[in-house]
């Protein structure tokens, strides 16, 4: 028999249920005001950096993205998961898994072997990462690690569909970071202060501006799909309010620097936007 949800939450603990969905709640609020404030401005790093100042001190750079993508992502995902979850089926664990290969990725590996103009960051942009990050990975956390999936949801629709989804994102989001980076050592010597920019071209950028934006877009469409969870899509909602606010600053920012930016590449979505 197919069920609306395919999964048990906190039916006999309503002080947890409340927690959950009233975080849900902020979250949902946080994506709006993200929203607004991304489209007005774009977050002052990378190619915005000189957009405000007023963002405090400086730290280095590599580090920034650590702390505020590590911490939330492996350190505090694993503590909810393992001390605070009580589920323990093969779905949890497939969803642990699946959130801590993008988290070791991204905020590990990618910080420490990306090719940054600038070494260093304002600390309240690293930290106006963190705190949001901290919610709405305790809440994904809370939910994998909690939710009792049904016995035979494994070969649920939403699960496959979910699952390849998710691998799909994942695979445009490295290719597409790593042919970013590659721009830096095809230009010159990095270590020699080659930093500038150039048109990325090849795959989807001949499509669209931010093809890493889109990919990890796709991931968390299906993290979404597969979890069949409240928590996943307010979390892809708050991906959606960067990603789609943020190419549009990017696409712009090309066109403006670069005379013969290719014309017919959109900002995020191919063909759409
Ligand atoms: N889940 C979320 O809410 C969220 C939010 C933001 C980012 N992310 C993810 O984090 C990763 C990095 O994001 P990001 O905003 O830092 O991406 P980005 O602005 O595209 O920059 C990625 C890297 O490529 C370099 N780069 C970008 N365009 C370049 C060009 N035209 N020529 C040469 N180098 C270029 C950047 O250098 P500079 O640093 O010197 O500009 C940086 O090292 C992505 O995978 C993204 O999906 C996730």
């Known amino acids: 028999m197919f069920n609306i949800l395919p999964w048990k939450l906190y039916e006999a603990d309503v002080e947890r249920f409340w927690v959950h969905y009233g975080l849900l709640i902020l979250g949902a609020v946080i994506v709006i005001i993200t929203a607004i404030f991304q489209w007005a401005k774009p977050a002052p790093y990378g190619k915005h950096e000189s957009v405000s100042s007023n963002w405090g001190c400086a730290i ?24 605070y979850g009580k589920a323990r089926g093969y779905a949890n664990y497939t969803f642990l898994a699946l959130w801590l290969c993008h988290y070791i990725h991204r905020g590990v590996l990618h910080p420490l072997m990306m090719r940054y103009k600038s070494s260093k960051v304002a600390f309240g942009i690293t930290f106006a990462g963190f705190i949001p990050n901290c919610l709405f990975h305790f809440v994904n956390a809370d939910f994998v690690g909690n939710a009792e999936y ?89 991906g959606a309010a960067t990603f789609f606010t943020r190419s549009r600053h990017n696409h712009q920012w090309y066109k403006a620097n670069f005379e013969f930016y290719p014309p017919n590449r959109k900002a995020l979505i191919p063909w759409l936007f």
């Open 150 to 238: 049904d016995s035979n949801y494994y070969y649920d629709p939403r699960l496959i569909v979910g699952l390849v989804l998710y691998v799909i994102g994942f695979t445009i989001n490295r290719w597409a970071d790593w042919k970013l980076r590659s721009l830096r050592s095809q230009k010159g010597d990095y270590k020699n202060g080659s930093t500038g920019y150039y048109i990325p071209y090849g795959g989807l950028f001949e499509l669209i501006s931010c093809p890493n934006y889109f990919g990890e877009f796709v991931e968390w469409i299906g993290w979404t799909t597969a979890t069949w969870s409240l928590a996943g899509l307010v979390w892809m909602l708050f």
């Open 60 to 83: 280095p750079q590599r580090l920034g993205h650590i702390f505020s993508d590590a911490t939330p992502g492996v350190l505090l995902f694993l503590l909810v998961f393992f001390l």
